[in-house]
């Protein structure tokens, strides 16, 4: 088996709710955001196209970030879940350097939301509990989630149903179908890592 | 994830709690986690029909309002006497007890006096507590002075159409069907709009399965982002637009309905030269004529046969003319050539979108949907505040309403539905329960539930014009549903002389100062007031103006049993009606009190419990046993209980809401799609808009104010320059505003995980111009700049760049740009964008009180 997602860029608004989603089901620092999106605009005025990408990490089935840790506390699990241990994690941020995708965030200092100086709130000393300082996070797939049989919390939320996930092993499986009638691609596969991740076209 | 209340397990409080958003107006259906008494996640409730559990970035943050160090915790005092702008009010924390007495002493002082003295306001994302005081305790007070701050926020003239053609408050496309959809200046499913979750999920299977999409927008909004075609508008020129495609539509294309136009609109009802229906003398009903017998019958007369809707016809040496007819002649002037000038739009486009719109209406088709045979017109118009946020306000929705009108898509499969104007009840008790009936004249009549809902449809239509004694002019111009025209008419004594002025002015968390248009305005029109602020923040409104501060729960703390507007909240089309409650997710912190608690009390020190409990037992239609007593005091959840055991039966209290958290039937057919079931006529001739503006007119004569003109009160559409239009000497550009869809006004500018998303993202921080525009001025990207208005204030930012602007506009994200000492976190972040807006009569449309809400300004460079 070997998970995977697809990001419909045409079903996709661009209104960030994977990237609140994502902090809200993980509790992560400021600064740390596991699914985010970028905003680009291509053509000139009045012809212009304007198109969101939502990011995180692509579960590179080639990962370099794995290859470079020197602790091997980037692993990835048999269904192609890339992620860290963080008791293993020194935090030299070499896998940081690796990762095309940018896809990962060290944690230098215990920072709150709400600013420099301010106490942290009763929420994130509850939720920071889950985190470490002096190590390198990213996103997991909600490997807890999964172990509840939930779809990770971004696709579970999206309000366009942009995101599907399943496994891409499967030749019948949603993703696999989509990939495969609707010109699914990886991002940048040039780069040779093999993303688990795929986009369906924003125009077709 | 179980989607009802759990208990808590063993020692470990740890419960998943049903409850309802409040981070915009929209107010969806969310479970909340809550682990050793702390909230730790928001999802969206899988079982409500309002988001189906998926929520927007906003209702996930909601965690971050909750505990956000910076809220009101205390009751606090001014100590500091000058009010003003910018002022430290230097608070003083004070016990709820010498809190109520100083509000309850000022209360009954004004209620002695002339109740009138009292005004309200409040904020839309507070929903529940607000209409619940709107509905209860200011009549029981005897005050109608009510304005909701609605400069950007509301709907003014969408509201009166939406009364007219679709006998509800609001639209919005029937997207699981339409095969076209055409949006003015709005974003439904793709940014902002009202059942925003549940429509983005049903915009994006309309897109999925092959829906167009075509956004006429100045900005490339995130609607326009996917859009299969964004057409730039010039702001405020929608209406020339919409002019344009209707003489296409009806004069050279020749696509219209006429089996709807005949049976279900004014269409063939006969109107003079004067501009009013031809009546029959014994009835006073309007007549048509019936090509059959070649004669004038009154429109319901059993032996008509065929009525005209074209021609004109000779009646005792008068002509008269159906009312189509009179829409085409009006509409002839709207050459696409004249369109293009206006709206910078190319003609062939013009054209092209005219024949398209029509095209995909199918005129003629019909579609079963369970069972039931109904007509098929998927094409859909939808606007909202950027093509109406201007003094055209009046004639260009009705413009673009009609485009859905004259090909028959209005309130059957695929076209623009109402918001749930029709409403069987549930299953077992036929409640709550509304329907459109047809008026003496044969229009249509909106449905109510009790006998005063606050921001609902009108039934009494239209409120006749009878004074100009009111500051927000309800008296003279009653049927918009919000207005903010109080500052306008309290600033201005020399025209409005007569008018009540506040003593007393009770804000709940509106940040009015923010909201209306310049904040000068606002401040200027209350300052003389004592201000009661409740709220969550010490905002701009508060510091400038309160003389106390109440602090009050949000969301997430308080028990709102009717959390939900019955109508627009629920999304249109078939699927599930929803009935929610919104219960603490833990007990309010400090002492922060529930607002609706508190006007309880106050109510009762104040002696008006029997009016207070009369009033709501009419705004929610309580009837006995469940209706209150008019001698005894009741708590907020046994009003709760008794409104949820009389509209869903004794087993439906509120103790099964509070475990289940939403209540769900499936709609019918029959509601969904209601035109070819009713009997009431949508009007596309606007009798009542010549009838009232004489009215108005002569009152104002009568009165002698100048600043009171009928101009605009036309009956068909039109298209008019906003004040914003038109050059002047050195006034180059058009500034307007945008919404993104993870800011609410400008009150989600506190929030860490909202900030964050605008810090990464480029444009809503800044001030957008076009790219080539730039180029010409001398402009680089990210250069400080500041924006003069001809008519308002200025504001200074940081400019973006950008190719998907039009080249006349500066563009600005909702409302930044914060400078309260309460608000340390939102302060200086975005742009304020209302600072460059006039509050006056002048820059506002007469028959909504919409105010103009672009501006005319010109960019100077700041520094680098």
């Known amino acids: 088996m070997r998970l995977g997602m697809v990001i419909d860029l045409k079903r996709c608004i661009g209104c960030y709710g994977c990237q609140i989603a994502c902090k809200a089901e993980n509790g992560t620092r400021p600064g740390t955001t596991y699914a985010r999106v970028l905003k680009r605009e291509f053509g000139t005025y009045p012809n212009v196209k304007k198109q969101s990408l939502p990011l995180l990490c692509m579960h590179c089935g080639d990962a370099p970030c794995i290859e470079v840790c020197p602790t091997g506390a980037s692993q990835k699990r048999s269904d192609g879940i890339v992620f860290i241990d963080a008791d293993m994690c020194v935090g030299c941020r070499a896998c940081m350097m690796a990762c095309p995708y940018a896809a990962r965030y060290f944690q230098d200092e215990e920072r709150n939301y709400f600013g420099v100086g301010m106490a942290p709130t009763a929420y994130e000393v509850s939720r920071y509990q889950d985190h470490q300082s002096g190590v390198v996070e990213k996103c997991d797939f909600c490997r807890h989630r999964l172990d509840q049989d939930k779809e990770p919390a971004c696709v579970a939320n999206c309000m366009c149903k942009a995101r599907i996930f399943g496994n891409l092993d499967d030749p019948e499986s949603e993703v696999s179908r989509l990939i495969k009638e609707e010109s699914g691609f990886q991002l940048n596969a040039e780069w040779g890592t093999d993303p688990s991740v795929y986009y369906l076209p924003a125009e077709r | ?864």
């Open chain 2, 1 to 864: 994830m179980p989607s009802t209340a759990s208990k808590p397990t063993a020692n470990k409080d740890d419960v998943w709690i049903p409850s309802v958003c409040g981070m915009c107006y929209n107010q969806c259906g969310i479970l909340a986690h809550r682990v050793d008494g702390t909230l730790v996640k928001i999802e969206g409730n899988p079982a409500s029909p309002y988001g189906n559990g998926r929520l927007c970035a906003r209702g996930l943050a909601g965690i971050q309002v909750l505990y956000d160090p910076h809220r009101v915790n205390y009751p606090l005092k001014r100590t500091n006497p000058n009010k003003g702008i910018g002022e430290d009010p230097r608070w003083q924390r004070i016990g709820w007890d010498e809190a109520m007495d100083i509000v309850v002493e000022k209360l009954a002082a004004v209620r002695d006096d002339d109740p009138d003295k009292l005004f309200m306001t409040g904020t839309v994302l507070s929903l529940a507590p607000l209409n619940h005081t709107l509905g209860t305790f200011m009549p029981a007070f005897g005050s109608s002075n009510i304005l909701i701050s609605d400069g950007h926020q509301c709907g003014n003239a969408e509201h009166i159409l939406a009364r007219t053609l679709h006998a509800s408050v609001t639209t919005n496309p029937d997207v699981d069907y339409t095969n076209y959809l055409l949006l003015f200046g709005c974003q439904p499913g793709l940014g902002t709009y009202y059942a925003m979750t549940t429509m983005a999920q049903k915009i994006a299977d309309a897109r999925a399965r092959g829906m167009k999409l075509v956004v006429v927008d100045p900005y490339l909004s995130t609607a326009a982002e996917k859009a299969d075609e964004w057409v730039p508008i010039k702001p405020g020129s929608d209406g020339a637009l919409a002019c344009a495609m209707l003489n296409l539509l009806l004069n050279e294309y020749d696509i219209y309905d006429r089996g709807y136009l005949e049976h279900h609109t004014d269409a063939p009802y006969l109107v003079g030269t004067d501009g009013y229906y031809h009546r029959d003398t014994d009835t006073g009903k309007p007549m048509v004529w019936d090509l059959a017998a070649e004669t004038a019958r009154i429109f319901d007369d059993e032996d008509l046969v065929r009525p005209a809707i074209v021609g004109s016809f000779k009646l005792e040496a008068e002509t008269f003319k159906p009312a189509f007819q009179m829409l085409k002649e009006r509409v002839t002037k709207w050459t696409p050539e004249l369109a293009s000038e206006i709206t910078t739009i190319p003609i062939d486009t013009i054209r092209r979108l005219a024949r398209e719109f029509g095209e995909a209406a199918q005129v003629g088709s019909t579609i079963m949907i369970d069972g039931v045979e109904l007509p098929f017109r998927p094409a859909a118009t939808l606007y909202f505040k950027g093509a109406h946020g201007h003094d055209n306000a009046w004639p260009t929705s009705l413009a673009i309403e009609l485009l859905c009108e004259v090909v028959g898509a209005s309130n059957v499969p695929g076209g623009l539905l109402g918001t749930n104007p029709v409403a069987f009840g549930h299953p077992d008790t036929k409640l709550p329960r509304w329907q459109p009936k047809a008026s003496k004249d044969g229009l249509i009549e909106a449905g109510t539930l009790g006998k005063n809902e606050p921001m609902g449809p009108s039934s009494n239509w239209p409120p006749e014009p009878t004074g100009a004694d009111t500051a927000s002019l309800i008296d003279l111009i009653g049927w918009p549903i919000t207005t903010c025209t109080a500052p306008a008419t309290l600033n201005d004594p020399e025209n409005f002389p007569s008018i009540t002025r506040p003593a007393v002015l009770l804000n709940y968390g509106s940040n009015l100062l923010m909201s209306a248009a310049q904040p000068e305005a606002s401040f200027e029109a209350f300052k003389d007031a004592f201000v009661i602020n409740v709220n969550i923040y010490s905002d701009e409104t508060a510091e400038a103006l309160a003389d106390i501060v109440l602090p009050d729960t949000c969301y997430l703390e308080r028990l709102d049993p009717v959390p939900n507007w019955l109508r627009h909240h629920h999304p249109v089309g078939l699927g599930d009606w929803g009935y929610q409650i919104r219960q603490p997710i833990v007990e309010p912190m400090y002492e922060r009190r529930h607002f609706s608690e508190v006007m309880l009390e106050v109510s009762r020190r104040l002696g008006i419990t029997e009016t207070l409990n009369l009033a709501t037992n009419l705004m929610y239609g309580l009837t006995a046993p469940q209706s209150l007593a008019a001698d005894e005091d009741y708590t907020l959840e046994e009003i709760g209980d008794r409104i949820y055991q009389n509209w869903f039966g004794p087993e439906h209290g509120l103790d099964w809401f509070r475990k289940h958290g939403v209540l769900t039937w499936p709609k019918q057919v029959e509601e969904v799609y209601w035109k070819p079931f009713s009997v009431g006529r949508a009007q596309i001739y606007n009798e009542w808009v010549v009838r009232s503006g004489e009215k108005i007119k002569q009152i104002a004569e009568e009165r002698s104010l100048p600043g009171i003109k009928t101009d605009g009160f036309v009956p068909l559409p039109d298209w008019w320059p906003c004040r914003a239009f038109d050059q002047r000497p050195g006034y180059d550009m058009q500034a307007i505003y945008y919404r993104v869809p993870w800011h609410s006004f400008s009150q989600t500018y506190s929030t860490p995980w909202l900030d964050e998303i605008s810090q990464g993202e480029q444009y809503s921080y800044f001030i957008c111009i076009n790219t080539q525009t730039a180029a010409t001025k001398g402009l680089n990207d990210n250069d400080l700049v500041r924006i003069v208005s001809a008519d308002g204030g200025n504001v200074e930012g940081r400019l973006r760049l950008t190719q998907g602007v039009h080249p006349g506009v500066l563009a600005i994200a909702n409302n930044g740009g914060h400078w309260a000492h309460g608000l340390p976190f939102a302060k200086g972040k975005g742009v304020f964008f209302n600072q460059l807006l006039p509050m006056d009569l002048e820059h506002m449309d007469l028959v909504s009180l919409t105010m103009d809400c672009d501006a005319r300004v010109r960019i100077e460079k700041v520094g680098g």
